[in-house]
C-alpha cells in the first residue's frame, strides 16, 4: 500500500519569494507521482505529474518538481510566487503496476502568499 | 462536457436521511472514482469504475455507501441513512483508463448532515 506525507499543513511565502512544498511518499511498488492544486471553491487541477525519465518535472504556473528515488521524495517549486498562487496543494501517488490504479493523496499543504 | 460536472453543489441533510450525488464525467473517459473530503483534510479515495465495473470499493467506510455506474457514464453515490460524521466534500473524477493519466476532478458536492 501507498502513502503519502506532507510535512508542512501551512506555508506563508511574501510574494515573489521562491518556495517548496515538501512530499514524501512510502510504497513498496515503483510510483507515478503527482501534484495538484486546489483553488477555493473549485475542484482539484493537476499541476504536473512524474511518470518517468528526468526527473525533473516541469508543471503549469511555473511549477516544477524533483523526483528523488533514495530519499522517496517529490518536492514542488517555484522561484518566485505571485498572489494568485495561494490555494491547498495535494501531493500524490499511484501504483505502477496496476491497470487499475486509485490516486492516493497527501493532507495538503495551504500556500498563502503575503504582499 | 466540457469538464466533470457533479451536482448538487450543496446539500444539507437531516441526520438519518438518504441522500444520492451524481456525478457526469468527460464524455469518453472509462475511468470514474470517487473520493471523499473531509474539512482540512486530502482527498480519500472511496471507489473506482471502468466502465459500468466497480473494480475497487475498498474504501467506502461503511455498508451505508452505495455507488453504480449503470451504463458506464453517470454515476451515482448514495448514502443510506446519513450521520454526522458523512459531513464532507465528495469528489468525482474521471480519466481515460491507462497507467499515470491525469484525472479531472469535478468541483464536488458539499455534504452537511445535520
Known amino acids: 500500500a501507498q502513502s503519502v506525507t506532507q510535512l508542512d499543513s501551512q506555508v506563508p511565502v511574501f510574494e515573489e519569494a521562491p518556495v517548496e512544498l515538501r512530499c514524501n511518499y512510502s510504497s513498496s511498488v515503483s510510483v507515478y507521482l503527482f501534484w495538484y492544486v486546489q483553488y477555493p471553491n473549485q475542484g482539484l487541477q493537476l499541476l504536473l505529474k512524474?511518470?518517468?525519465?528526468?526527473?525533473l518535472v516541469k508543471g503549469i504556473n511555473g511549477f516544477e518538481a524533483e523526483f528523488n528515488k533514495s530519499q522517496t521524495s517529490f518536492h514542488l517549486r517555484k522561484p518566485s510566487v505571485h498572489i494568485s498562487d495561494t490555494a491547498e496543494y495535494f501531493c500524490a501517488v499511484s501504483d505502477q503496476d496496476s491497470s487499475a490504479s486509485k490516486i492516493i493523496f497527501g493532507s495538503g499543504t495551504r500556500l498563502s502568499i503575503r504582499p | 462536457g466540457a469538464g466533470v460536472s457533479q451536482s448538487p453543489r450543496y446539500k444539507v441533510a437531516k441526520r438519518g436521511q438518504d441522500v444520492a450525488l451524481r456525478c457526469d464525467p468527460i464524455?469518453?473517459?472509462?475511468?470514474l472514482f470517487w473520493y471523499q473530503q473531509a474539512l482540512g483534510q486530502g482527498p480519500e479515495f472511496l471507489t473506482y469504475?471502468?466502465?459500468?465495473?466497480?473494480?475497487?470499493k475498498s474504501g467506502l467506510p461503511s455498508d451505508r455507501f452505495f455507488a453504480e455506474r449503470p451504463e458506464g457514464s453517470v454515476s451515482t453515490l448514495k448514502i443510506q441513512r446519513t450521520q454526522q460524521e458523512d459531513s464532507a466534500v465528495y469528489l468525482c473524477?474521471?480519466?481515460?483508463?491507462?497507467?499515470?493519466?491525469?484525472?479531472?476532478f469535478g468541483q464536488g458536492t458539499r455534504l452537511t448532515v445535520v
Open positions: 512524474y511518470l518517468s525519465g528526468s526527473t
Open positions: 469504475f471502468q466502465n459500468e465495473a466497480q473494480l475497487d
Open positions: 464524455s469518453g473517459h472509462v475511468s
Open positions: 473524477a474521471s480519466s481515460l483508463v491507462g497507467q499515470g493519466t491525469e484525472a479531472f
